[in-house]
């Protein structure tokens, strides 16, 4: 038995420090990798080492992206925005132009420019370890959190609406725990960031269970007509509301009218 301690023991001692020598070098070899896909879809518009160009009458062609951080290239690129295909006033999400190893590269590389947020750990973000206690308490603080920072751009519901200059905030029903997370952190386009200093990971988080638990919830009261609030619900209540009164009224009077002009001809 001291024997296999002892063997164990050097064993480890041997190759301990020349695996942690390998993950430096894969390290390495991972952003090498990113740089070179970098080159190929990104450079044109963010430039040969990520210090973004600018064209002759003083446009941004793409920002510079030192200090974006790995977060930013992972929300980008994982839903679809980047590489931009078509300037305009925001980038829509797309397919994923990238494999999950090819962005990891890119989000290393990047990253490797100058320090930036890092794409966050799964606990971070996902709901899984809490009980279901904890959810419900979750849900009811990022609710709050919701109102206060996100409903004036995202709706009360999370369905989005106009921004200036022809962007818009998008529905956020379909955003994935990992993509929200990073959106707080890197703040795309015209959002606010919300750093780690202003929204703490458990706020966040707790922000992530709120939205969750809005697809879950069963439409009360009928159509959802579309969640849009106030102003969808009060045109459809004038349009099919008052619209079905007018109708009503109209058949009323041709009724009327009709039958009135039967006891004239009955009674001549
Ligand atoms: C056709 C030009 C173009 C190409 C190609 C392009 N980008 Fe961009 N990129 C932009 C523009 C413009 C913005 C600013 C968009 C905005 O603010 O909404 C941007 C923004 C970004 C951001 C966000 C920066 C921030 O401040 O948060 C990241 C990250 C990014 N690009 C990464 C990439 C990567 C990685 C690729 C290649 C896979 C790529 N881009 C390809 C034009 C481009
Ligand atoms: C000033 C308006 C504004 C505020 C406030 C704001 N957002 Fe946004 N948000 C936007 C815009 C605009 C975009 C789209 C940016 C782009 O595509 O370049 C966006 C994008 C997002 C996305 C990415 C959606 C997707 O499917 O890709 C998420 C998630 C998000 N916001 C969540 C939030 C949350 C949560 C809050 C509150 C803590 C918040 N936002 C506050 C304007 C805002």
Not at 131 to 153: D, M
Request: proline residues 6%; aromatic residues 8%.
């Amino acid at each position: 038995m001291l024997l296999g301690l002892v063997l164990t023991g050097s064993l480890y001692a041997a190759f301990a420090p020349s695996s942690s020598a390998d993950s430096a070098q894969s390290d390495q070899e991972l952003v090498e990798q990113g740089r070179k896909l970098f080159l190929v879809g990104c450079s044109f518009c963010h430039g040969q080492n990520g210090e973004g160009v600018l064209t002759q009458d003083g446009n941004q062609l793409g920002p510079s992206l030192a200090g974006v951080g790995a977060a930013a290239v992972d929300f980008q690129v994982g839903t679809g925005r980047m590489p931009m295909v078509q300037p305009g006033a925001q980038n829509p999400t797309k397919p994923q132009a990238y494999s999950e190893d090819e962005i990891d590269a890119l989000a290393a590389y990047v990253a490797s420019l100058a320090p930036g947020p890092a794409v966050p750990n799964p606990e971070d973000y996902s709901l899984a370890g809490l009980s279901p206690e904890e959810r419900e308490e979750a849900v009811t603080r990022g609710g709050q959190i919701f109102l206060t920072n996100c409903t004036a751009c995202h709706n009360f519901a999370g369905k989005g609406g106009a921004m200036p200059r022809g962007g818009y905030a998008p529905n956020l029903s379909n955003t994935t725990a990992r993509h929200i997370y990073e959106a707080l952190l890197t703040g795309p386009g015209q959002m606010d960031t919300f750093s780690n200093g202003n929204l703490s990971p458990d706020e966040k988080r707790d922000v992530i269970a709120y939205l969750y638990s809005l697809r879950e919830q069963p439409e009360y009261g009928g159509f959802s007509l579309g969640g849009l609030g106030p102003v969808s619900e009060g045109l459809f209540a004038w349009v099919v509301g008052i619209g079905g009164l007018v109708g009503f009224a109209v058949w009323i009077a041709a009724h009327t009218a009709r039958t009135t002009k039967k006891k004239e001809s009955a009674a001549a």
